[in-house]
């Protein structure tokens, strides 16, 4: 997680590179962002999340010049951008196809837009030089880009992208055409970039692994909302709905009933037969209100004898997902809800301490949830 240790959405004073305001963009009939208002600031790495369809990439080409909004503004430095070409605008685009020269070299391709903005030979040297060592591409400079792998490929048109000195680089699933192995390693070479150039980088995907990793906040998007914007760890921690919970990593999400409070934590009523669910708000909830308790796999323990922990389920391990680092049950209760343990395999095991049809406990502390209106 790319963690700026400034946080200047936490400053008041802080003027953002990038406002929108109120900014509604239709196509037709159909409304594909929805009255937002978001503001990116300087040297951030902001990821724009969410499933196909819920309008992050048309976010993106309104920044990039492709797009203008049906309603509202959108300001890069305080200046609104509608009127300005894409050409003219201090933003640069990186395509998922990443849309290579195939005929020019890798040096010509991180070269051309700098050609056709009249730059000097001699700065067009040396601003290619400095991309290909930015992006450890020196030895492949003379090369096509079909000799060279799709990683490197990814690399030369981020050098292409960088090459102008855009204040705003937009990324749109510019790891998606790579294995998961060299998509992890990029992720961090992306985020060493975005440090060392200062340039403020939006990035578009779908992928939660990859926006937690990269991002200093992550705007959580359905059908042409933000749900949630807030950095990685408070996403994933503290998910403000259910919807944003299940979007990010993997979640036990029971409903119930607020069932009176006592001091600071709130019983939860939930299905006949099974305890009380004892959790610790951080809103309050009316006696007979609707509340979703979300609490993550890893938070859940899976013993075979009963714990002394504020909640304990009893149930039967159903199914097993053995993933190497860590094993994931599924463990199903009296009634049919299943819920989902994990455990980290930090011992090399001859047997696994469960298997299929055991009788276990599942528990968690009060404060291991958390407590959802929707």
Request: with cysteine.
């Amino acid at each position: 997680m790319a963690l700026d240790a400034s946080a200047p959405w936490e400053d008041p004073e802080a003027k953002p590179v990038i406002h929108f305001q109120n900014v509604t963009k239709r196509f037709g009939d159909f409304t594909a962002i929805d009255d937002l208002t978001i503001d990116i600031y300087e040297k951030e790495f902001f990821a724009l999340l969410g499933p196909s369809g819920c309008g992050k990439t048309t976010l993106m080409r309104m920044l990039a010049g492709f797009e203008t909004p049906t309603e509202g503004t959108i300001l890069l430095q305080g200046e609104n951008i509608a009127p300005v070409p894409p050409n003219k605008r201090a933003v640069n685009m990186m395509f998922q196809s990443y849309a290579l020269f195939p005929h020019l070299s890798i040096w010509e391709n991180i070269a051309f837009g700098l050609k056709r903005d009249g730059m000097s030979k001699h700065d067009i040297n040396e601003r290619v030089d400095e991309m290909l060592r930015l992006t450890r591409l020196e030895q492949f400079a003379r090369r096509k880009p079909h000799q060279i792998s799709g990683g490197q490929r990814q690399r030369v048109a981020l050098a292409r992208s960088l090459a102008k000195h855009p204040k705003l680089l937009l990324l749109d699933e510019p790891l998606g055409a790579l294995d998961k192995k060299l998509r992890q390693e990029t992720q961090f070479e992306l985020m060493d970039i975005q440090e060392k150039t200062d340039t403020t980088f939006v990035i578009v995907t779908h992928d939660q692994e990859e926006a937690m990793t990269v991002a200093s906040r992550v705007a959580v998007m359905d059908h042409g909302k933000i749900i949630q914007v807030a950095t990685p760890d408070a996403i994933y921690e503290t998910p403000n709905s259910t919807y944003v919970a299940d979007f990010i990593g993997d979640v036990n999400l029971i409903e119930g009933k607020a069932a009176g409070q006592d001091g600071d934590k709130l019983k939860i009523t939930w299905a006949e037969g099974q305890p009380d669910i004892i959790g610790t708000p951080t809103t309050e909830f009316s006696n007979g209100q609707t509340v979703h308790f979300a609490i993550r796999p890893e938070k859940v323990s899976i013993t075979a004898e009963k714990p002394e922990k504020a909640n304990c389920l009893q149930g039967k391990i159903l199914d097993i997902a053995y993933l190497g680092n860590i094993s994931t049950y599924h463990v199903e209760l009296a009634g049919g809800k299943v819920i989902k343990a994990q455990t980290a395999n930090n011992r090399r095991l001859s047997r696994r301490s469960f298997t299929w049809e055991d009788d276990v406990w599942l528990s968690f502390t009060d404060t291991a949830g958390v407590l959802l209106e929707r």
